[in-house]
């Protein structure tokens, strides 16, 4: 039987392994910051509605600030192992009514709410793969998208990309307008390092894209946070 002085050491023991992976940078620093909260879309659109019956039971926090979630519904191609809702391969027009729509959708809460902007405390830029806009399309979005959310509250700003999209000249080009909007992590969908692997998941990039991929985040100084799956 386990005595006072055994769970004493226990806790001991767990408590510096919590510091541990907080110097590891595995759990946030900030007592009042936790990662953005969110449930990917489980279906493609929402059946028309007033805004008093779209935001019933909307409840402001404590502190008025929010986890920030933006759906970014397009990708190059299908991965066999996903199952959130995207379009693929679509053209640089849909993409664009997308957006224009996502800027009204912004403006008209703002509006609803009487406010100018959203204190933001965590941002995830998500879909979808967000980096799948253009170089033009990103600046477009990111120039509404800052004019509706204080992103200077937020201590983590953060993008879910895919390496295919990170390379080249206008991959370059994608990483470096993040980084001016103050984008400061990015989590890389590389998957696997085995190309036959990639290739059976039906991914756009293989391993020596993806290790560049990494490299070039690196280099621009970002915080990298890489997926794999097992």
Known sequence: MNTLKDY????????EEFKEFQRLGLIPLHGDFSPAGVHYPPITNYPDMAPDEAY???EETDSGTFDVYV???FCHRR???CHYPSHYNRGDAEKDIYLSHLDMEMKNWLDYR???RIKSRSILMGGGTPSDLTPHQLTRFLTFFTK???INTCPQFN?????STLVGDEGLERLRIIKNFK???LTIGVQSLNDDVLKKMNRSHNAATAIQAVENCLKMGFKVNIEFIY
């Open 8 to 15: 004493i050491k226990l806790s001991d023991q767990r408590w």
């Open 148 to 150: 509706y959310v204080d």
């Open 114 to 116: 009487g406010i100018d």
């Open 71 to 73: 759906h970014i519904p």
């Open 159 to 163: 993008w879910d990309v895919d390496p």
């Open 79 to 81: 991965c066999l192992f």
């Open 56 to 58: 019933k039971g909307f």
């Open 183 to 185: 984008g400061d992590r």
